[in-house]
């Protein structure tokens, strides 16, 4: 299990430098090594799940390698296995296998197929590292090579400006995050001189604990696009839609939340906790709300991401005990229900973003839904997989989104009334705008001529949409709970009464009716609120601003009173020094004679 654990780690890397150093130019060969890597890590993984291989105390796969040794401090390299990483590993292993099969079809006529493939390769083993890092520095490393192979991935079409401007937003948003995360780190180290989880978590809580745990809850808020630093995630929908469906589903934003479970330990019992607790709650309904009036199908599904991440770090926030211990992560139920619904949702999510890919690829890439209609004809295997996804997603009794989401509901209504009522409230509008969508795209009469001649998608890309939505059905199963009464009828209520609102407006809509019914807000929720134009203006009236007065003290201030005048008034009193060198002895001993009498004045005086 030792190899094992290194195999699952390193394939990937292997697999992205030999396709990436130009080893095989051949689409066939390096498709097949990347998907080879990833497969043969999700193998691993199943073996090590399945032999019950865990280390714990913090007892690596293998002896920890010395890395950096520092004054006061030191950092080992090493994996640390557990029910936490073992679970991430899964959903990273396996998801990212669907979407590399997926990719066969999707980008078969790319010029720049085999670089595609390398930079997949490299997000996967960027996103392993993270799951696997056994201290904080090691994780950091591979936080920001997830942001660098974004950026790649994103930007993959760089010929393209709006997508080499999403890739540099994204980018550049993150590192805002990141920031705080730094300084959350070097705050852990100041104060227990250590950065390993295993031996931080054995320290007693300090309190700098809630400031170093909110300056590392940051870095999620960038990773994850958890408000303020939501806005880069919809326009990272400009790479192609299977990245779309890596970084949304089982990978990248789910990596915040993934963090905020490993580091629990840091948050516990402090005022942290209220402050994630509550920017989860807003985000999630900002972002639902959103989603109601965007009509690029994979926008829609970005701000769906959104919502359930605000959903996820909402429950890590509030906590709460529990008496289940299916996945031995910690005691808190608060994390037990965020990674049971980040799981169930890197399934349904991961194949609603490709039956989007395999919609947009049927329909010459047209992604407006309202240019679509009637495809459940035409592409019959997408429609089912499509509609198993919604249901899991809305939280339709018997799919894997039901179970999860209850678990949320019920940390909710037992820790904080109004965020459970803002989790039933955005229940409410995820069932809605989904079937809104589904109900524009999928049903009706085609609305454009791309959608009355799309065909069904080849079998490599619908087979992994086949494969995906087993465990959209039976994945909740494997955490099953009686729910509480109260939480169940609310839950279902919510369900039926978004669908009959979105079924009583969009059934046989031919375009959308809801600016002219519910006018400004229909607007606000369709310019995202604005939040972009708010800070373009920051950035333009303030930032601006700013740097020009920076730029006036630097030039005049610092640069010319201060550097200058210093080589001005130096220069000065040199040249007045230079008069007093005349080369004449009678001068220098009148000067030496006259400041010695004055020497003497004033030593008598």
Same mark, same amino acid.
């Not at 997508?163 to 920031?179: C, I, S, Y």
């Given at each position: ?19 990436? /150093?130009?080893?095989?130019? !051949? ?10 890597? +990833?497969?043969?890590?999700? =193998? ?40 936490? !990483? ?8 396996? +998801? ?61 079409? &760089? ?35 250590? +950065? ?80 994630? $607790? ?83 690829? $049927? ?76 109900? #524009? ?21 619908? +087979? ?7 465990? !959209?059905?039976?994945?909740?199963? &494997? ?41 400004? /807000? *229909? ?14 203006? &920051? ?13 006036? =003290? ?21 040249? #007045? ?11 220098? $001993?009148?000067? &030496?004679? *006259? ?11």
């Amino acid at each position: 299990m030792e190899l094992a654990a290194w195999l699952i780690f390193l394939l990937p890397l292997i697999s992205a430098v030999t396709i990436g /150093i130009g080893a095989f130019r !051949s689409k066939p060969i390096s498709a097949g090594i990347s998907i080879a890597a +990833v497969v043969g890590s999700f =193998i691993l993984t199943f073996v090590m799940v399945a032999t019950g291989s865990e280390f714990p105390d913090g007892q690596g796969p293998s002896p920890k390698v010395s890395w950096l040794q520092l004054d006061g401090l030191s950092v080992d390299i090493g994996l640390k296995i557990d029910g936490l !990483s073992k679970l991430m590993l899964c959903v990273v292993t396996g +998801v990212g296998s669907m979407i590399h099969i997926f990719s066969l079809g999707y980008m078969k006529e790319d010029r720049d197929f085999s670089r595609y493939f390398a930079f997949l390769s490299l997000f996967i083993f960027s996103m392993l590292g993270i799951v696997l890092a056994d201290n904080f520095v090691m994780m950091f490393i591979f936080w920001e090579l997830v942001g660098v192979s974004s950026y790649l991935l994103i930007g993959f079409w &760089f010929d393209k400006p709006s997508a080499a401007d999403a890739a540099k937003k994204a980018f550049m948003t993150n590192r805002v995050g990141d920031f705080g995360f730094l300084l959350g780190i070097l705050m852990v180290w100041a104060a227990f001189g250590s +950065v390993s989880f295993d031996i931080l978590e054995k320290e007693k809580a300090t309190a700098l604990c809630g400031l170093a745990g909110f300056l590392i809850f940051c870095g999620a808020i960038g990773k994850s696009a958890q408000a303020p630093l939501h806005i880069w995630l919809p326009d990272a929908m400009e790479g192609p839609t299977p990245v779309s469906a890596l970084i949304h589903a089982a990978t990248m934003v789910a990596a915040g939340v993934y963090m905020l479970c490993r580091v629990f330990f840091l948050i516990e019992g402090t005022w942290a906790m209220e402050a994630i $607790a509550w920017i989860g709650g807003i985000t999630s309904l900002m972002a639902a709300l959103m989603a109601v009036q965007q009509d690029d199908i994979k926008r829609i599904l970005a701000y769906s991401t959104l919502s359930q991440l605000g959903y996820m770090v909402m429950v890590v926030g509030l906590g709460g005990e529990t008496n289940s211990d299916y996945y031995k992560i910690t005691n808190v139920a608060g994390t037990d229900a965020a990674m049971f619904h980040l799981t169930t949702h890197a399934f349904f999510k991961a194949m609603l973003f490709l039956g989007a890919g395999s919609v947009i690829y $049927a329909c010459h890439h047209e992604q407006d839904i309202w240019k679509m209609g009637g495809l459940c004809r035409q592409m019959p295997r997408t429609y089912w997989t499509f509609l198993i996804g919604t249901l899991a997603l809305c939280g339709v009794p018997l799919f894997s989104g039901f179970f999860s989401k209850e678990a949320i509901l019920t940390v909710a209504y037992k820790e904080s009334m109004p965020l459970f009522l803002i989790a039933v409230a955005v229940a409410v509008l995820t069932t809605f705008y989904m079937t809104r969508l589904f109900l #524009v795209a999928f049903c009706g009469e085609p609305r454009s001529k791309h959608a009355e001649h799309a065909k069904e998608s080849p079998v490599v890309m619908t +087979v992994p949409l086949l494969i995906l939505a087993v465990p !959209s059905v039976v994945a909740g199963y &494997f955490n099953m709970h009686a729910p509480d009464p109260l939480i169940l009828f609310a839950s279902v209520i919510a369900v039926v009464f978004g669908a009959l609102l979105a079924n009583s407006i969009y059934r046989n809509a031919t375009d959308d009716p809801l600016p002219v019914r519910i006018g400004f /807000i *229909a607007r606000a929720m369709k310019a995202r609120f604005w939040f972009d134009e708010i800070y373009q203006w &920051f950035i333009d009236k303030v930032q601006e601003r700013l740097a020009k007065l920076a730029d006036i =003290i630097d030039r005049w201030i610092i640069a010319g009173l201060l550097v200058r005048g210093a080589h001005g008034s130096t220069e000065l009193a040199g040249r #007045v020094l230079r008069l007093a060198q005349t080369g004449n002895l009678q001068t220098y $001993a009148f000067w &030496f004679a *006259a400041g010695l009498a004055a020497v003497m004045v004033f030593a008598l005086s």
